[in-house]
């Protein structure tokens, strides 16, 4: 007689209890936003698979407490876990802070410098004027996104939290503003980037190095009004492009302004 043997599996399941502060509320349904809700794990994973399951990008998170301790990415929550996950240190009252902090970002990069999806490109135009190596094409596909951003510790601007959550994306930001002005003003603040502009040494179309150069060299390159009105010129020493002072660079400087302002 054949005696066949059956395995059940059986499929244990944990309640969690989490809550996301600050702007990390963006990413959330409507009722979950501000509050405290339950969640349940019907498989073990990290704690960063967990918060990305919600639609929290781990890119945008500094800091996980659970049960009143600072973790990390690799914790596994377990069942009656109390979450409580933060964007930045700032967002914290420290005061109230009982154990050391594990950090979940990567420490900020000295220069920073960035690669833009292909929805930004105004934007890239915009960061390159500001003096910022910024890599921007029409054509990159997601994973060369995510693989030049890993490789290269470019800081990886996007509106796409799913390319975000891509596992070798370090250095990340989702972009939340839709107009190119406000989004370069966010981008500055965000990355405090006020004491690190060069306006003006980089090509705003292949994001080369721009220098001086001399009206003879390039005369006959210019049209008949620019040549009698001009004579202060730059040119890009990747693609050549000619650059001057005209209305497009008074609008540059009152952007620049702007930014200054906000500065302080």
Not at 34 to 50: C, G, I, T
Not at 56 to 61: A, D, S
Not at 207 to 229: C, D, F, H, M, W
Not at 234 to 252: A, F, N, P, T, V
Request: glycine letters at 4%.
């Amino acid at each position: 007689m054949k005696i066949t043997l059956i395995r059940y599996h059986i499929h244990m399941s944990a309640q969690i209890n989490i809550r996301f502060h600050r702007e990390l509320n963006a990413f959330l349904q409507p009722v979950q936003r501000k509050a405290n809700f339950d969640h349940e794990l019907k498989k073990a994973r990290s704690v960063k698979d967990l918060i990305e399951s919600i639609g929290v990008p781990h890119t945008e998170v500094e800091l996980i407490f659970v049960n009143g301790v600072s973790v990390d990415f690799d914790y596994q929550p377990q069942d009656d876990d109390h979450i409580s996950v933060y964007p930045t240190v700032e967002s914290l009252d420290i005061v109230l802070l009982k154990s050391s902090l594990r950090h979940c970002q990567p420490e900020p990069l000295d220069e920073p410098i960035f690669i833009l999806d292909v929805h930004l490109g105004r934007l890239a135009a915009y960061l390159r004027m500001l003096g910022f190596d910024t890599l921007y094409r029409n054509d990159y596909d997601d994973p060369e996104l995510a693989d030049i951003s890993a490789n290269e510790q470019r800081i990886l601007l996007t509106c796409d939290r799913k390319l975000l959550m891509r596992k070798q994306v370090s250095y990340g930001y989702f972009v939340r503003a839709r107009q190119p002005q406000q989004q370069i003003l966010e981008i500055v603040a965000r990355f405090d980037l006020y004491h690190k502009l060069k306006p003006f040494s980089r090509c705003m179309f292949c994001n080369g190095i721009t220098e001086a150069v001399n009206k003879q060299q390039i005369e006959s390159r210019l049209l008949p009004k620019t040549k009698k009105y001009f004579d202060k010129f730059y040119q890009c020493k990747s693609c050549d492009k000619i650059y001057w002072q005209g209305s497009h660079y008074l609008k540059m400087q009152e952007m620049i302004k702007k930014i200054k302002v906000a500065a302080g």
